[in-house]
């Protein structure tokens, strides 16, 4: 059985990712009181469907607080990336998290702009980006 509908292209792109965690540092933790985890990252591979990044700094980076058992919770949430040099906003559900490697997986449910995703894809898969 084929896990992806895409192939998955290898690109390397910055974005700010931001998740909904409500509930998910217990109740009345400021620092993330509006319930939103933001975080920088780098992508590790894209495609019409999905993409992977590695988080290279957030609050929950591996020495602080980002344990397997916090990976785990970050499974099935919502996420927007913003891809801003790209000009582009993805939206989907983490699927898959590593804290060892800080590896995230993500199916996209919507993006900004398809024409530009797919142009970015395009791009990746020519050697432009």
Not at 54 to 74: C, K, Q, W
Not at 86 to 91: A, I, K
Not at 100 to 111: F, G, H, Q, S, Y
Request: with cysteine; glycine share 6%; hydrophobic share 45%.
């Amino acid at each position: 059985m084929e896990r992806r509908s895409f192939p998955r292209i290898p690109v390397q792109m910055h974005a700010r990712i931001e998740m909904t965690v409500h509930g998910f540092f217990g109740q009345n933790d400021p620092s993330h009181e509006h319930g939103v985890f933001s975080c920088m990252v780098t992508s590790i591979d894209i495609s019409l469907g999905g993409f992977s990044v590695r988080i290279l700094h957030s609050p929950l980076d591996t020495g602080m607080s980002f344990s397997p058992a916090l990976a785990y919770l970050l499974v099935g949430r919502d996420i927007t990336a913003l891809f801003k040099d790209e000009r582009v906003t993805v939206e989907g559900k983490v699927v898959r998290v590593d804290p060892e490697t800080m590896l995230m997986a993500v199916v996209i449910t919507r993006v900004s702009d398809i024409d530009r995703w797919r142009e970015l894809c395009s791009q990746a898969i020519t050697g432009i980006i």
